[in-house]
């Protein structure tokens, strides 16, 4: 059995015929500052990328690699978005 997780970024709505369609929200994080631990991998990098694309200014955090920390700075500044 699959099972169906909620998308916190768009919205389900019922019709009458029981046909669903999805609308999707705009979600800003614009003028916020989001400390991401972790965020040179795995799960802290995707939330790290996506909250800049949001708007975020994302401070990266990693305590072990300094490198791979650049490296998602980098990435994240080459999509358009900001961090420090």
């Known amino acids: 059995m699959a099972v169906k997780l909620n998308d916190p970024f768009s919205q389900v709505h019922t019709h009458s015929d029981n046909q ?8 800003s994080f614009a ?11 795995g799960l802290g990098l995707a939330f790290a990328q996506c909250l ?8 990266i955090n990693d ?10 700075l980098s990435a994240i500044e080459s999509a358009g978005g900001s961090g420090i």
């Open 20 to 27: 669903r369609s999805v609308m999707s929200h705009t979600l």
């Open 31 to 41: 003028g916020h500052v989001i400390l991401v631990t972790g965020s040179s991998r």
């Open 63 to 72: 305590s072990r690699k300094s490198e791979r920390g650049q490296a998602t």
């Open 52 to 59: 800049a694309s949001h708007g975020a200014e994302v401070v």
